[in-house]
């Protein structure tokens, strides 16, 4: 069974950081793709970051571009999004997720398994 767990979220002040972790178990970790989704109360889940499989190569949002890092140690089957300079608008819940194939990283659609979201909230 196929379990991506996410942790590390919480409560912080703007311009603070955090790292949320994703560990994952029941796949091939090193084959798969790992994205960093977000979803705000009632807004859409969207894109935030993502790492590929092959070589850690990353994508980001543009919103988040600079201030977030993702990285991966397949050794521990952990994907992790370091957030800084963190701001109100980037509270939501964090949803990490695993992709095999070629599609973009973009999409909810792209990605195969999904997290149950970790709540990152920014206080001003």
């Known amino acids: 069974q196929v379990q991506l767990v996410e942790s590390g979220g919480g409560l912080v002040q703007a311009g603070g950081s955090l790292r949320i972790s994703c560990a994952v178990s029941?796949?091939?970790?090193?084959?798969?793709?790992m994205g960093w989704f977000r979803q705000a109360p009632g807004k859409e889940r969207t894109f935030v970051a993502a790492i590929t499989w092959r070589l850690s190569t990353t994508y980001y949002a543009d919103s988040v571009k600079g201030r977030f890092t993702v990285s991966r140690d397949n050794a521990k089957n952990t994907v992790y999004l370091r957030l800084n300079s963190l701001k109100p608008e980037d509270t939501a819940v964090y949803f990490c997720?695993?992709?095999?194939?070629?599609?973009?990283?973009?999409?909810?659609?792209?990605?195969?398994?999904w997290g149950q979201g970790t709540q990152v909230t920014v206080s001003s």
């Open positions: 029941g796949l091939t970790f090193s084959g798969y793709d």
């Open positions: 997720a695993a992709k095999s194939g070629v599609a973009s990283f973009t999409q909810r659609s792209d990605y195969n398994y």
